[in-house]
Every structure is written in structure tokens, then in C-alpha cells.
């Protein structure tokens, strides 16, 4: 009987690139393309690329991906949702009560007028603050719903 036995580990060391890095595996000549080949981007022709923007409901081909499930329309349902939220729940941005810059700029979608935000805001609950009792000072400012307690507005 013979026994086939695998060749010694020098003799395939001896095969392999010896230039190896630590965590990468010894690839053997063989495999190893020489030469890399570039395209000149003056003559590249951009007429693929130029194409129309690829949709998320597409694949490759182009088709249009079949949606499954039960609350396939879910994500327009949400966004119409969450729009409507903003619109009825306005907010005064924090940065107004801490009479620092918005660090969100043009991109907030807070009020950031003192003025707008007291006359869209509903009417305070009760006469008085309990924090601003226990405490001396409220975090929540004008945005808070016994404001006139401690507010001078």
C-alpha cells in the first residue's frame, strides 16, 4: 500500500511569494498577475457613466424590484406621518433657550423665534412650576407647560 503524504513545507514555501505581511496568506506565483494597466481619464469614455441614476426599487438590469409583504406602502405611510407631526408639534430649539448659536443653522426645524413659539404654544396647565419650585430654575424655559410661572412673557 501506498501512502500518499503532502509535501514537505519548505518545498511549498519555496512556491509562494516570500514577500508576506502578517495576517495576509502566502499566494503562489502562478496566481500572481504581473503588470497593472491603467486608463487614461483625457480618452476614458464617460457615455456609461453619464447614464441615468439607478432608483433603490431597481436592480441591475434596470427592472423594477417587486416589493413583499404585508405593509409594503409602510414607508410612504410614515414619512406622511411623521410630516404631519412636525407640522401640528412645533418646538422651540434648545439653543434659543440657551441663548447660544444653533448648531444645526438653516437645517433646524425648530422655532427660533421666542415670540412665534408663545403664541403657537397651548395654554399652561396650572399656575405653578414644580421644578422651578424645588429647584429656583426650570431647564424647559419657555417650553415648559407652567411657563408663566417663571417667565416674564
Same mark, same amino acid.
Given at each position: 500500500?501506498?501512502?500518499? #503524504?503532502? /509535501?514537505?513545507?519548505?518545498?511549498?514555501?519555496?512556491? #509562494?511569494?516570500? %514577500?508576506? *505581511?502578517?495576517?495576509?496568506?502566502?499566494? %503562489?506565483? =502562478?496566481? @500572481?498577475?504581473?503588470?497593472? #494597466?491603467?486608463?487614461? /481619464?483625457?480618452?476614458?469614455?464617460?457615455?456609461?457613466?453619464?447614464? *441615468?441614476?439607478?432608483?433603490?426599487? =431597481? $436592480?441591475?438590469?434596470?427592472?423594477?424590484?417587486?416589493?413583499?409583504?404585508?405593509? *409594503?406602502?409602510?414607508?410612504?405611510?410614515?414619512?406622511?406621518?411623521?410630516?404631519?407631526?412636525?407640522?401640528? +408639534?412645533?418646538?422651540?430649539?434648545?439653543?434659543?433657550?440657551? $441663548?447660544?448659536?444653533?448648531? &444645526?443653522?438653516?437645517?433646524?426645524?425648530?422655532? +427660533?423665534?421666542?415670540? %412665534? &413659539? @408663545?403664541?403657537?404654544?397651548?395654554?399652561?396647565?396650572? /399656575?405653578?412650576?414644580?421644578?422651578?419650585?424645588?429647584?429656583?430654575?426650570? /431647564?424647559?424655559? &419657555?417650553?415648559?407647560?407652567?411657563?408663566?410661572? +417663571?417667565?416674564?412673557?
Amino acid at each position: 500500500m501506498d501512502v500518499v #503524504t503532502e /509535501p514537505p513545507v519548505d518545498e511549498i514555501v519555496g512556491e #509562494t511569494v516570500k %514577500k508576506t *505581511r502578517m495576517g495576509y496568506a502566502p499566494i %503562489k506565483k =502562478e496566481y @500572481l498577475i504581473e503588470g497593472k #494597466t491603467t486608463i487614461d /481619464p483625457s480618452s476614458a469614455d464617460d457615455s456609461d457613466v453619464v447614464g *441615468r441614476p439607478k432608483k433603490a426599487n =431597481e $436592480n441591475e438590469s434596470g427592472k423594477k424590484i417587486k416589493r413583499r409583504g404585508v405593509n *409594503r406602502e409602510r414607508g410612504k405611510k410614515m414619512a406622511k406621518a411623521r410630516a404631519e407631526v412636525r407640522e401640528r +408639534h412645533t418646538r422651540l430649539c434648545a439653543s434659543m433657550v440657551t $441663548n447660544k448659536p444653533c448648531k &444645526y443653522g438653516d437645517k433646524c426645524t425648530s422655532l +427660533h423665534s421666542i415670540d %412665534k &413659539y @408663545l403664541a403657537i404654544k397651548p395654554a399652561d396647565l396650572g /399656575p405653578s412650576c414644580y421644578i422651578f419650585q424645588q429647584r429656583g430654575q426650570c /431647564p424647559f424655559s &419657555y417650553a415648559c407647560r407652567f411657563a408663566k410661572s +417663571h417667565t416674564n412673557d
